[in-house]
């Protein structure tokens, strides 16, 4: 059961082409985002699709992949955990964002 506290599983279509960083201790870093959609019948009984952009980090072998097979407007399904950080801007602000670290990874479509 511990396996199911942090785990995330997304099908969604590339925004953009992967960021690739190779970093100086030889790991390899891929970030990227994809858009998940959802539909559903308003109160008029309309057609309403709502958009969710998820931030992806994958590192090592999965992020030589991401560089080398996906890019952007692909469709792929991630599954990994959830993790927040923070930094501090150049103003001195405290930021946050929340990303999904990406365990697996499928290609799917063509």
């Known amino acids: 059961m511990n396996t199911l506290r942090n785990k995330v599983q997304l099908i969604g279509n590339l925004g953009n082409d992967p960021e690739i960083v190779n970093l100086e201790s030889g790991k390899t870093l891929a970030k990227f985002s994809i858009a998940t959609n959802e539909s ?3 109160a008029q ?8 952009w998820h931030n992806i980090v994958a590192w090592g072998k999965t992020a030589q992949i991401v560089e080398k ?9 991630i599954e990994g955990k959830l993790t927040t950080r923070s930094w501090e801007d150049k103003d001195g602000i405290k930021r946050y964002t929340t990303e999904v670290v990406c365990s697996e990874l499928l290609m799917l479509g063509k």
Do not use: L, P, R, S
């Open 40 to 42: 559903y019948k308003n």
């Open 45 to 52: 009984g309309e057609k309403v699709t709502d958009t969710q």
């Open 69 to 77: 097979y996906i890019g952007k407007g692909k469709e792929v399904a």
